[in-house]
């Protein structure tokens, strides 16, 4: 049974940041490309971060460059999202996904407020 549980989300003040985990479990996880997502109020899901497997290749939202940086731990079959100088905008439930599967979390809700 595949399983995706997201954790680290809260509330934070604008220039703030955040390290989302999510930890897996029935899959390969050291054979997967991993993404992470978003949801805005309103809005439809969208494309945040991806790694390759190896983490050799990553690649980002133009929202999220220079700010955000993906990276997981095979050993641990844990994908990371840090998350710095976060931005009112960047406000969402945010989700683990591999890539091809529809398998996905409860997610973790990012609040970036003052």
């Not at 509330?11 to 993404?35: E, H, K, N, W």
């Not at 497997?53 to 095979?74: C, E």
């Not at 945010?94 to 091809?100: S, W």
Request: aromatic fraction near 12%; hydrophobic fraction near 30%.
């Amino acid at each position: 049974q595949v399983r995706l549980v997201e954790s680290g989300g809260g509330l934070v003040q604008p220039g703030g940041s955040l390290r989302l985990s999510c930890t897996t479990s029935g899959f390969a996880f050291s054979a997967s490309t991993m993404r992470w997502y978003r949801q805005a109020p309103g809005k439809e899901r969208e494309f945040v971060a991806m790694i390759t497997a190896s983490g050799g290749f990553r690649n980002y939202a133009d929202s999220v460059k220079g700010r955000f940086t993906i990276s997981r731990d095979n050993a641990k079959n844990t994908l990371y999202l840090q998350m710095n100088s976060l931005k009112p905008e960047d406000t969402a439930v945010y989700y683990c996904k591999r890539a091809l599967y529809d398998d996905w979390g409860q997610g973790t809700q990012v609040t970036v407020s003052s």
